[in-house]
């Protein structure tokens, strides 16, 4: 896990257990992205909700899952991420054989 990934990991675990800095990323997202000194593609990533761009780049499931209900985005959504990446990676494999 690079730098970038780990700090968007812990940011993401301490929305879910700080309620002042969930509360600090409800007010402005982008004031609490900045300071947590995360890559721009995967701060963009946040900023638009592409989970399956997170997925890709490592972001873990559970936590992936907590963003996406602090986003306000679908739950259905999130698991039509995963499978899509899932499947794609299965394909990609079975091709390389």
């Not at 700090?7 to 509360?23: F, G, H, I, M, N």
């Not at 992205?33 to 997170?54: K, N, Q, Y």
């Not at 559970?62 to 899509?84: C, F, K, N, P, V």
Request: no cysteine.
């Amino acid at each position: 896990m690079n730098g970038h990934l780990y700090r968007l990991s812990k940011l993401v675990y301490r929305l879910t257990t700080d309620s002042a800095l969930a509360e600090a990323f409800k007010r402005d997202p982008e004031s609490v992205l900045r300071s947590a000194e995360i890559a721009p593609e995967l701060t963009e990533a946040v900023r638009r909700g592409d989970l399956l761009m997170l997925y890709r780049r490592g972001l873990h499931p559970l936590l992936l899952m907590q963003l996406s209900l602090m986003l306000g985005i679908d739950i259905q959504h999130y698991y039509e991420a995963r499978s899509t990446s899932e499947v794609e990676a299965t394909s990609n494999a079975r091709r390389e054989d």
